[in-house]
């Protein structure tokens, strides 16, 4: 069992479908993180939220939506995605956001959009 | 080029075999962690080090800073350590390595 934790685990979906991943951790982090991840490739990051707010935005198209609404949770809405963005999504938390902080990952939700 | 290189990408070894992972980073960092991904996505991270060696039950790091070269090595190797370990650095951001995939064979 991880520290953070991320649903829905799989999660299939249109191009035309709206939907939001969920991250939450209760380790009074306050830096939390979303990464995408492509098979066989290291996590890319997407979005930094530090203190609540949008510290770091990785040029995500604008079809990826992220919100803090408090400390222990980090959503990640989804809208008219597309077969590229298929992949493992991937929330990690840190004490902090300076990049010595160990990062502490969910296991993910495998995203297909159809 | 990746300012994280590690090496090698794909291993398989016997089951009681020493392993042997590098990194090797070419960024000024505050910190390089080891981290373990199993087939199915979570993502565990095994150490962080900043400098020296630390050893966790049949894991060992190990960092040289002048060099920019971290090891991770794995004693008496065992199938349930068959993973993906990924090498990432903390300097003025976050950088990952491409990772190596483990496999032990029973």
């Known amino acids: 069992d991880t520290e953070v934790t991320q649903t829905p685990k799989h999660l299939v979906m249109g191009m035309t479908n709206k939907k939001s991943l969920k991250c939450e951790q209760h380790m009074g982090h306050r830096a939390m993180y979303w990464y995408k991840q492509k098979a066989k490739k290291p996590p890319e990051l997407m979005f930094v939220?530090?203190?609540?707010?949008?510290?770091i935005n990785e040029s995500v198209p604008s079809r990826f939506s992220p919100e803090c609404p408090n400390s222990s949770l980090l959503n990640l809405h989804l809208h008219a995605l597309q077969p590229e963005d298929s992949a493992l999504y991937l929330c990690?938390?840190?004490?902090?956001?300076?990049?010595?902080?160990?990062?502490?990952f969910g296991d993910g939700t495998r995203l297909s959009i159809l | 080029k990746n300012e994280v290189e590690q090496s090698p990408q794909n291993l398989t070894a016997q089951e009681g075999e020493f392993i042997t992972i590098n990194c090797s980073y070419s960024?000024?960092?505050?910190?390089l962690h080891w981290l373990q991904q199993h087939p199915g996505g979570g993502i565990v991270s095994l150490f962080m080090l900043s400098s020296g060696k630390k050893k966790h039950g049949r894991l060992i790091a190990t960092i040289n800073i002048q060099e920019k070269h971290s090891s991770l090595h794995i004693t008496a190797s065992h199938p349930r350590d068959s993973a993906v370990y990924i090498c990432a650095v903390g300097g003025n951001q976050f950088y990952f390595g491409t990772g190596t995939s483990l496999t032990v064979i029973p």
């Open positions: 960024v000024g960092i505050s910190a």
């Open positions: 990690a938390s840190s004490q902090d956001s300076a990049p010595r902080a160990p990062q502490h």
């Open positions: 939220y530090s203190y609540e707010k949008l510290s």
